[in-house]
């Protein structure tokens, strides 16, 4: 692998701050093509795709994720409901995908017996060295993580997300908390509907908190300095309520930059 740092980032002295990018020879690409190729007919063929997952899948874009939230939005105005909505983000999520688990996954996906195995033997007991400028490591044995680059992290990180999704509905679901979800690879909505604020915040925080559970069984983490709450309300007039759910406190914003998308709401409040 080689480290690049990201761009636009105040200092560099923390290790979330590099990406480290996986380098593979043409044939190895085109090979791993081909079998995304196959992975996504198949997997989306047999409904395993959790329909809320947008990210790393064909036919599916940050676009959608925007479409989708603003119909969401709209439906709700039209009940005369507030639509908030708390956007968080899984902190390395890439390098913390856990292969043991990512395999029972595949198994579980319907793919047929020898694929599981190709899969097993291609991810458990690799080796990568890490290349920062000068520099290079040691050769050193891999257990978790896909290589972002690679075209194969996007459909195994789909895959690796949607038993967590249908994990997550049904809790939600039991615990009778009526929550919306869109997910975009590591980054997720939980999108709520009420008249009532206050039983709005009590319904991100209860999800929030069961998704924060939910992650650290599957091996990931949230970002809380990146977590937001938004309220979106068709009031005419000033309309900025205490937000707080234990996370952060967010002021009513009519701009909102999520998915590498901004999405001006004050273009479609009416």
Not at 54 to 82: C, E, N, P, Q, Y
Not at 123 to 139: A, E, F, G, Q
Not at 210 to 223: N, Y
Request: net charge positive; aromatic share 10%.
């Amino acid at each position: 692998m080689i480290i690049i740092p990201k761009l636009n980032k105040t200092s560099y002295d923390q290790a979330k701050l590099f990406c480290p990018v996986v380098l593979l020879n043409t044939l190895g690409k085109l090979i791993e093509k081909v079998i995304v190729e196959r992975l996504q007919f198949t997997v989306i063929n047999n409904d395993f795709i959790h329909p809320s997952q947008l990210g790393g899948l064909r036919f599916k874009s940050t676009t959608d994720a925007g479409v989708a939230l603003t119909h969401i939005m709209h439906s709700g105005w039209a009940k005369g409901k507030t639509t908030s909505m708390l956007a968080f983000d899984i902190s390395q999520f890439f390098p913390s995908l856990n292969h043991c688990l990512l395999t029972l996954i595949l198994e579980k996906a319907g793919l047929e017996p020898r694929v599981s195995s190709f899969f097993a033997n291609y991810l458990v007991k690799r080796k990568t060295n890490y290349i920062w400028n000068d520099l290079i490591s040691p050769d050193f044995e891999v257990n978790i993580g896909v290589g972002q680059e690679s075209v194969l992290s996007l459909i195994l990180s789909a895959l690796y997300l949607t038993p967590f999704l249908y994990i997550l509905e049904k809790h939600l679901k039991n615990l009778k908390i009526p929550i919306s979800i869109l997910s975009f690879m590591d980054d997720g909505l939980i999108i709520a509907q009420n008249k009532s604020i206050d039983i709005l915040n009590a319904h991100l925080f209860c999800s929030y908190n069961v998704l924060s559970k939910l992650l650290v069984d599957f091996g990931l983490v949230i970002e809380y300095g990146k977590t937001e709450v938004f309220h979106f309300n068709r009031s005419h007039g000033i309309f900025n309520p205490h937000l707080s759910i234990s996370l952060c406190l967010v002021a009513h914003l009519y701009t909102l930059r999520i998915l590498g998308n901004t999405w001006v709401f004050s273009s479609i409040k009416s």
